[in-house]
Nanobody, 121 residues
Framework: QVQLVESGGGVVQAGGSLRLSCAAS????????MGWFRQAPGKERGFVAA?????MYADSVKGRFTISRDNTKNTVYLQMNSLKPEDTAVYYC?????????????????WGQGTQVTVSS
């Protein structure tokens, strides 16, 4: 089990950028696949991006968002560029033991508390 703490959310105008960070506890961070999900009011939690030795993205964010990780700092990042109002949501970091990538929330056992991202038009 890992504990996850997200940071970096905020309010930004459309077209702007934000970088989210997710700090993980534990000594085996490098063995986990990490994911970012988001949930807007009244909607289900949806996949954004995931990373192990390679990366995977939702179609809606390809070319705008970049997921990366620094195993020396036990941290995963989500760089978000060209933000749109429809990107407004609570963003969650999640961890899945093993290196198989998944876009399914149920495949991730550990979750952070979430960080709010609001994009104004």
């Amino acid at each position: 089990q890992v504990q996850l703490v997200e940071s970096g959310g905020g309010v930004v105008q459309a077209g702007g950028s934000l970088r989210l960070s997710c700090a993980a506890s534990g000594r085996t961070f490098s063995s986990y696949s990490m994911g970012w999900f988001r949930q807007a009011p009244g909607k289900e939690r949806g996949f954004v991006a995931a990373i192990s030795w390679y990366t995977m993205y939702a179609d809606s964010v390809k070319g705008r968002f970049t997921i990366s990780r620094d195993n020396t700092k036990n941290t995963v990042y989500l760089q978000m560029n060209s933000l749109k109002p429809e990107d407004t949501a609570v963003y969650y970091c999640a961890a899945s033991q093993g290196r198989r990538l998944s876009a399914t929330p149920g495949d991730f056992a550990d979750w952070g508390q979430g960080t709010q991202v609001t994009v104004s038009s």
